[in-house]
């Protein structure tokens, strides 16, 4: 039954700006509905025994409940930040008051799109559920309607709608390889049990395409162009929403393929292939990262490294590389969300993106400002906080199954990219403010988001809660086979 | 027989689209395609007489012969644009190209994949080869109007690979791609119009505010 609320919730909210017209009310009554699923999702977990469904739609398994738990945290978080951010962006004349209206319907159609990713059972329709989140999200993408952002879309709806033609191209390939052994529904489950009796060729070949496919979607370099421009354009709950969160859709649909693919054909190519574009990944944020400017794209960069680091984990395999990769997905959807939210709060009180302008955040948004560095060094792998231990457990992985150039050239790039990640921001972070730069005073419903967000960065490096740690390996189990 | 014919007419028009020069000998050319893939689909349906199968065929013939080239032409009106598709590479080698990569699909298909019938192998390859040749319209064409079109022709490709190795994708899936091409294509419309405003032209080579 939660499953349908879940999926009721943001359908409700997204018609709601055609009732509700103060853009306050609706904002607030979008983040209460948000506490709710994020509530359904926790539920969803807690609750023993769920994988049957009622509805012949669905298919929800440990895995697919480990991931709406993820999206529901960061749309929850978005939702309220949202509230105070359009507000501001209303008072500063950038939109209007019906924009903003607009804003919430398409902020509940982007996640209702994410959050029925996971759950569709028939792999054809997760497929156009995928289509659907970028379609939706385009229009958060080219929000401002400046040159920038609409040339952003456009480029990020045409390599998406490129990428997503290969991975449907795959989907038939598999469907033809299922086909043929009897089944011909495109089902998961039922294209899981007839996997091993599948042409091995035809699965490699099918999965080659979903992987670039979907890949394009995930952000994986070489197939990343449209990331960075869409990142750093869209308005910035929504980039928290694309990087933490859209992302991660992706990976999930490409690890169900996987498991087909491993039944068939054995774990080896596909684990290959994740570590080769996991390190061309790295490699390519690493230098971008070195050599950039403006920090929402630094941090969009910085996305294509994390999810580098996840298919490096899903790569080295093992119960302990798929629980790190796992946990990673987690880790990087909240550490990512606080930081987008850190450098909205930057830029929209400096009213600039650059990096080698804004100085002395520390002093002049003392909150915002301490966030942003905790943030920093969390997002960089420092302990105690939850992606340091994630980084570790995929390292582990790499040097117990004795990748031993994988593992080192991992290494050497999370080190570079800590060095410039930290000489980037300790230039926004410290130094004087600018004259007459009034302290900044965040709103309550901010200093919340970063507070929560904060929260879990923290104990999760400290205490794995044990009804998580039990759903990541019984996903960890899905991956393997089980 | 027919199926044949059929076939021959979209590999031949998605060739015209490449030699095209002007946007609306392109959309023509789309839409006669279409037209082929629907007789193809129609007379599957004939030959299978599968309920399903004509409700697909209607629809096809619906959005992508009707509908989606309508769709178009209005956008080539009114954003009064030139007539230029933005051509990147000249026509003639345009077509060697596509000829060879029709080719490619052809060695790709009888030495990777084996079927069991030589027909079916034939279908798609061919189908192989207009999803290829939608790719190259979308990279070589630096109008959005004309990347729209390599979309859909990359569209039309996938949708004959699924009649071609295994008589179609289920029925439901049919119907939800559908949709979803035809909001894709309505909301790349969108984003036309407000390019064509922003910039006062939709030539995507010259979109270049974003660096790095």
Known sequence: MNILF?????????????????SKTLGILNAIGYLFVLLCSLWLILKPGLSVSPF??????????????????????????????????????LISRNKARAYYTFFNIFSLSMFF?????????????????????????GFYNTKASIEAAWKYIMVCSVGIIFALFGTIVFYYASSSVGVKNLNWADMVSVSRGMDKNLVKIAFLFILVGYGTKAGLAPMHTWLPDAHSQAISPISALLSGVLLKTAIYVILRFTIITNECAGGDFSSKLFIIFALISLGVSAGFIIIQKQMKRLLAYSSIEHVGVIFLGFGFGGAIGLYGALFHVLNHAITKSLMFFGAANIIKKYKKDNMNIIKGVISSMPFTGAMFILGM???????????????????????????????????????LIFGGILFHFSKVLFGSKPDGMEDAKEGVSVKVVFVFLFILMAVLGLVMPGFLNKIIVSSVAILEGA | MSMYIFLIGIIIMSYSMVTAKRMTSLIASFRMQSLFLFLATFFMAMKEKSVELYIVAGLLLLLKVVLIPKFLSDIVKKVKMEEGIGLFLNPLVSLLIAVFLTYISYIFTTRVIIFEADAQALSFSASLSVTMIGLFIMIFRMKALSQVIGFLVMENGLFLVASAVSGGMPFFVEIAIFMDVFVSVVIFGIFIYRINKLFTHIDVSRLNTLRR
Do not use: H, Q
């Open chain 1, 377 to 415: 060094f969390a997002l960089t792998g420092m302990p105690p906080f939850s992606i340091f231990f994630s980084e570790l457990l995929i390292l582990m992985a790499g040097l117990g199954s004795g990748l031993y150039l994988a593992s080192g050239l991992y290494l050497f790039f999370i080190a």
């Open chain 1, 6 to 22: 879940i999926l009721i919730t943001p359908f409700i909210l997204a018609v709601l700006p055609g009732v509700v017209k103060k």
């Open chain 1, 117 to 141: 990713v996971p759950m569709v059972k028939n792999l054809a329709l997760v497929w156009v559920a995928i289509e659907m989140t970028t379609l939706a999200s385009a229009f958060l993408v």
């Open chain 1, 56 to 93: 012949k739609l669905f298919y929800i398994d440990e895995l697919s409940v480990f991931f709406i738990f993820t999206i529901s945290i960061v749309t929850f978080a978005a939702a309220l930040f949202s509230i105070d951010y359009i507000e501001r962006d209303i008072d500063s004349l």
